[in-house]
């Protein structure tokens, strides 16, 4: 989960974290190419609002009287164990909204309920940038068992219309020389059956689970990606956090690859963390422009912002 302050680390961790190192020659993921054709299904949401801390009195009254579609909140209020009920959860879909619930999927922080119980055997190096918080070995099924089961688990019985992924770009981030015999296109296709397993097992649970893995855009070159998710959670496409514009090359680079889940009927979750209107209202822009639906918010997460005009 997010720090209540965040790093100066922030900022090179994420620009880093999206300039991932090509795979040796003849690893290299096979990326469909882009089809020019946009299906944009009229009844997505243009609207959403992700916020993981800092929620009114504790509780999702503002949330519900917001006019955004779709919500991502954390599975507990105290990004602990105090979990929103089936009662919350239901009051904000009595509201309109989608609610997605947010989960790591590749990394444990240390106020998270199942960090006493994860092996210490499958703690990785620390997320640079999160204080007290560490990748893991996601493919091993004793991940699975300790953290992941239980958070799907949750998540079902509270009602939440779906699973917000965060934690992907792990497969990027994990200190290779850790482990034996990895490698980045290993660790790929680790995640992506990792992304593909939760998905299998949700629907199997609730049909219409909507499973939407957050950022890490490349992974859609793995066969099982596209077919396991709904959507795709994307910070920071147009602005770093905070209000600076995302204009290096592989800010372009990510960008295609979303329009192109985009293009395959996924919908696209975007987030930028600004906060001059001058910049906030270019972000929007540029959501409408690709048909998005967009978020602009602080990079705490720890407030809820109004929706695009």
Avoid at 140 to 148: K, Q, S, T
Avoid at 150 to 159: C, F, K, N, S, V
Avoid at 179 to 201: C, F, H, P, Q
Avoid at 258 to 285: P, Q
Wanted: aromatic share 10%; glycine share 8%; net charge negative.
């Amino acid at each position: 989960m997010r720090p209540l302050v965040a790093s100066a680390a922030l900022v090179l961790l994420l620009v880093l974290s999206a300039c991932v190192p090509p795979p040796p020659n003849g690893s290299q993921p096979t990326v469909p190419s882009q089809e020019t054709s946009v299906t944009i299904n009229p009844n997505a949401p243009t609207s959403w609002a992700y916020q993981l801390q800092g929620y009114a009195n504790g509780g999702l009254e503002e949330l519900a009287a917001s006019p955004h579609q779709l919500v991502v909140i954390d599975l507990a209020r105290d990004g602990g164990a105090d979990y929103f009920t089936r009662d919350e959860i239901a009051a904000l879909q009595a509201a309109g909204k989608t609610v997605l619930a947010y989960i790591e999927i590749a990394a444990i922080a240390e106020q998270r309920p199942e960090y006493p119980s994860v092996p210490r055997d499958l703690i990785l190096n620390s997320w640079p940038g999160w204080p007290g918080e560490y990748f893991v070995q996601y493919w091993n099924e004793r991940w699975w068992e300790v953290a992941l089961h239980p958070r799907i688990t949750q998540a079902l019985a509270a009602g939440f219309d779906g699973l917000y992924l965060d934690a992907t770009v792990a497969y990027a981030e994990i200190d290779l020389e850790l482990l034996r015999g990895e490698t980045r296109v290993s660790l790929g296709r680790a995640m992506v059956g990792l992304i593909a397993r939760i998905s299998s097992y949700a629907k199997l649970q609730n049909p219409e689970f909507i499973i939407v893995p957050q950022n890490a855009p490349e992974l859609r070159g793995y066969p099982g990606y596209i077919e396991a998710i709904d959507g795709i959670g994307m910070e920071e496409l147009f602005f770093l956090a905070t209000d600076q514009p995302c204009d290096a090359d592989w800010c372009e680079e990510n960008l295609e690859h979303v329009r192109a889940l985009r293009n395959a009927g996924k919908l696209v979750l975007a987030v930028d963390y600004a906060d001059a209107s001058e910049n906030r209202a270019a972000a929007c822009a540029r959501y409408a422009e690709e048909g998005f639906a967009g978020y602009v918010g602080p990079v705490e997460l720890n407030e809820l912002r109004p929706p695009c005009p």
